[in-house]
């Protein structure tokens, strides 16, 4: 079972004499402290149904998340989908997010029974940004692929139709990423 990181009573700092320097040390693995009993079981659920993707353990506040490799994410979504004891069978949210070497993906899925929010996150770097699409598990994701191409310049292979949703066929550059330039412009 996945659990949050304990200090060691033992090991107090307290307990150490004044003229010894006590050696910090980072915990090991992902903080999940934010996550309650439920939300841990069902993590270690998730952890298990997706071992053959290798999933690293994390949260987003008090969601249980994980993190997978985007080669992997069509396979780990049907898993979600799929999987009885996860009944991933909606998708909430997908959104893409800019960070300085890549672009990561945010899934927020949906169980219905019993009600449940899990988070898969996966990474595509700038000079590759191509994840599967997962058109074929959520009719849903069309829109959420289209539109985090338009802004973001991620392409998703396997996607019915690339075309622009929020731009124009012509408009050039990624106006969500960082690095897009906005122009000052005065308001009358």
Request: glycine residues 4%; proline residues 10%; negative net charge.
């Amino acid at each position: 079972m996945v659990t949050p990181e304990q200090p060691d009573a033992a090991s107090s700092p307290s307990d150490a004499p004044a003229d010894e320097a006590v050696e910090e040390t980072e915990p090991e693995g992902p903080d999940l402290s934010s996550l309650n009993d439920d939300a841990l079981a069902l993590l270690d659920v998730m952890l298990a149904a997706l071992e053959p993707y290798d999933p690293q353990p994390g949260t987003l506040r008090e969601l249980p998340q994980v993190t997978v490799e985007r080669q992997h994410i069509e396979g780990v979504c049907r898993t979600m989908k799929d999987d009885d004891r996860l009944g991933a069978k909606m998708l909430l949210c997908m959104s893409a997010v800019d960070y300085p070497e890549n672009v990561q993906v945010v899934y927020i899925l949906q169980s219905l029974e019993p009600e449940r929010t899990l988070v898969v996150k996966t990474e595509a770097p700038y000079d590759d940004p191509v994840l599967p699409s997962v058109t074929g598990v959520w009719r849903a994701a069309d829109w959420y692929e289209r539109e985090a191409h338009d802004l973001f310049g991620v392409s998703f292979d396997g996607h019915p139709d690339l075309s622009p949703l929020l731009l124009y066929d012509e408009f050039e550059g990624f106006p969500g990423r960082k690095e897009f330039p906005f122009y000052e412009y005065r308001e009358f």
